[in-house]
């Protein structure tokens, strides 16, 4: 199984950045109307611009200094300024190492020029778009958490540009950029206790923006008593730990994960080991916190490249920099054995693509030996369930479904059912879009290509070669809207979506996003009971 960490990590890349200019945006149309908006905070006034009656507010710092000496630390209180603060451009991102991305990728980067292209240890920022901002009415909000696992991206990124939902889903958009690798997500609780939290101050900079988004929103037209956290890949990583996390709630309503279950996080065992690593990658002596503090941040970054991930095809793809249960800032897994009780009361969509990555084997023996090497003598009977449950596919086809389910989609359907247990009601989807893939014949709906849906971006496709035609357009607008109808309501349902019922045990209701929509009730189930034992 040794594709899957070289394609995550290729794939996971591309969760984390948009590529090309949404054209039909009206920010880049040639009849938009804009002028400057002023909006006063708690700390100060800030400056965006009012764009076809949208106030946008890019690079908007929600905590202080992260440098220095306050390295590895919690995130320090923002000061109050004085004058107007000019959020006018995308802030900085934080250090890490360029994606690795296929050429026709880098290419469509280059759109990208002038977003977030700098990186600095202070990143913490957010970027809001606002449709009712001069109305006074208080609209639902929407937080994006951005993928690249905990190691990669921001919150700036074109495809997830927050104009066309805010506009189309009457919400306020909100971005969050944070700390990533080392400098957000490395134990150092075990040598010194003023670095007890050291391993998740990434996810401690998300709460100090969601505690921003409580103090501030509502001068934006938000509703601060209501606020969905979504995110994808790694970002729904960030919601599931959000969720388990005693700081975190109340700060948010509702939460949105896309293709990225993530039940547990890292021992402190495991954390220590991957610090030991770093000491040792960077010549230093382990323990020496001072030398760390001195030590140059992309050095932190690149000397913990070696260190980044661990596989384990059992497991799926695990993340050596991620959150940590440090029993301090995390007591517990988000979602193992069971939903955290922090989460009880939260509403949640869940879901994945159905193929997710890009699988390199097109040997039929070799694809039933990575089969049988994980599986043994359940291979017979779940290659006879995935031909049964998708009797028109080719084997190669079949062996991307499977990749996706091993690695995505049964611990989603582990979350949904562990989330079923609790109160608040789960939503389960599919994502069936896709496109054709060289060496395939069945349209591949990989990992990361529902996010220009998700935003209403279909013009700002995150993976190279979807084309943009009627269906991607209604599909967006479909999709985006059941988002922002569960951002009203807690409910996705609407009038351009078939009955979209609530996930439980006994049907496993489950939405298919395709050029039509349906709703199916426990889709591929002869697969998902052999995969999850039940």
Excluded at 335 to 346: G, K, N, Q, S, Y
Excluded at 481 to 507: C, I, M, Q, V
Aim: net charge negative; with cysteine; aromatic share 10%.
């Amino acid at each position: 199984m040794n594709f899957y960490r070289r394609d995550f990590i290729k794939i996971v890349g591309l969760s984390s950045v948009g590529f090309g200019l949404n054209l039909s945006n009206p920010v880049f149309a040639n009849n938009a109307t804009e002028e400057e908006l002023i909006v006063k905070t708690k700390y100060g006034k800030l400056k965006g611009n009012l764009i076809n009656q949208v106030g946008i507010f890019k690079g908007v710092p929600y905590a202080g200094n992260s440098d220095g000496k306050n390295r590895f630390l919690s995130p320090r209180p923002l000061k109050k300024w004085k004058g107007i603060y000019e959020a006018t451009g995308w802030g900085p991102k934080s250090y890490q190492l360029p994606m690795n991305l296929p050429p026709e990728a880098l290419k469509q980067m280059k759109l990208d020029e002038g977003r977030a292209n700098e990186m600095d240890e202070n990143c913490q920022s957010i970027n809001i778009w606002a449709p009712s901002v001069k109305t006074g009415k208080k609209l639902p909000v929407m937080f994006w958490c951005h993928g690249g696992g905990f190691t990669a991206g921001s919150g700036s990124g074109s495809v997830f540009d927050g104009y066309n939902m805010a506009v189309n889903g009457n919400v306020v958009v909100v971005n969050v950029t944070h700390r990533l690798g080392p400098l957000g997500f490395l134990y150092l609780g075990h040598i010194d206790k003023k670095y007890e939290a050291s391993a998740n101050v990434g996810m401690l900079d998300i709460v100090a923006a969601l505690e921003w988004v409580k103090d501030n929103i509502a001068e934006f037209g938000g509703d601060p008593d209501n606020v969905t956290i979504f995110g994808q890949s790694g970002g729904g990583g960030k919601v599931a730990t959000l969720m388990a996390m005693p700081s975190a709630k109340g700060l948010f309503h509702k939460a949105i994960m896309q293709s990225g279950a993530f039940l547990k996080g890292l021992t402190k065992e495991e954390a220590i080991s991957t610090t030991n690593a770093l000491f040792d990658n960077l010549g230093i002596e382990r323990g020496d916190i001072d030398a760390l503090l001195k030590a140059d941040p992309m050095a932190l970054v690149e000397k913990s490249q070696s260190v980044l991930n661990t596989e384990d095809p059992s497991k799926g793809l695990t993340f050596n920099f991620a959150p940590v249960v440090d029993n301090v800032s995390l007591t517990r897994n988000p979602f193992e054995p069971d939903a955290a009780e922090t989460c009880v009361d939260i509403p949640l969509i869940i879901g994945t693509n159905k193929d997710e990555f890009a699988v390199p084997l097109t040997d039929g023996d070799a694809i039933i030996e990575n089969i049988r090497a994980q599986h043994g003598s359940d291979t017979d009977p779940l290659l006879a369930a995935y031909l049964k449950d998708y009797p028109d596919y080719p084997l190669v086809d079949v062996y991307s479904i499977y990749s996706a389910d091993l690695m995505m989609r049964m611990n989603s359907i582990k979350i949904a059912e562990r989330k079923y247990q609790q109160k608040a009601p789960v939503y389960m989807y599919l994502f069936n879009y896709g496109i054709l893939q060289e060496g395939n014949s069945i349209p591949k709906s990989g990992h990361s290509m529902e996010i220009s849906f998700v935003f209403n971006n279909p013009e700002s496709p995150i993976v190279p070669g979807v084309p943009v035609s009627d269906d991607t357009i209604a599909l967006a607008g479909i999709m985006s809207r059941a988002w922002t109808s569960f951002a009203h309501t807690g409910n996705p349902n609407h009038k351009e979506l078939p009955n979209w019922e609530k996930y439980d045990l006994d049907n496993r209701a489950t939405m298919i996003f395709d050029t039509e929509c349906k709703a199916v009730n426990d889709p591929a189930g002869n697969v998902r009971k052999i995969l999850n034992k039940h």
